[in-house]
């Protein structure tokens, strides 16, 4: 590396270097008690700073009292929704939220379906129990017209039959494989 390769790296460098000692700062322009001449100066700076320090702190607890507040309302907001309705908010809500399920109607048959597709397809957490409860929830909250709703009813009424059938229908097919 030559001679002035060297100095175009150092030189600014030293120039960084050199910049606090140009800025000419004076300790004493920062220190309190000694732009403050008398005690009576330095009492009503330290009066001031303490009140600006007690206001700051109510404010603080103005804002936690606040966010207490409506921390209890929204509680007792959720407490008041029927036992049906935190069950669907806590089970549907974290996947979809309510938009979705609240565009549709089903008759019973349709919501278990829906359910049982959530649960087996879509791998949400949901006892039997839930199922049936969110079901019969939907079924009188959203309620599908007649005309679907005997869709959906006539619907289960020959699944039955077959999803019942099928094993037996496998079992003899195999035999005659056999």
Sequence with gaps: MGTGQALTRVLPLLFLLALPVRAEFDVADYEINASLKDDRQRQQTSAEIEAGRQRE?????????????????????????????????????????????????????????????????????LSTADIWQISLHLSRRLPAGRADAAFEWVSLLVAIPLILIYPLWRHRRHQRSQ
């Design 57 to 125: 702190l109510a404010r603080a607890a103005e804002e936690a009292a606040r966010r207490q507040a409506e921390d209890v309302a929204r509680q007792a907001a959720w407490l008041a929704l029927p036992a049906d309705e935190r069950l669907l908010r806590t089970r549907c809500m974290p996947c979809h939220g309510l938009g979705p399920v609240e565009a549709v109607r089903h008759s019973l048959p349709g919501w278990l379906a829906v359910t049982l597709r959530m649960k087996y397809a879509n791998k949400a957490e």
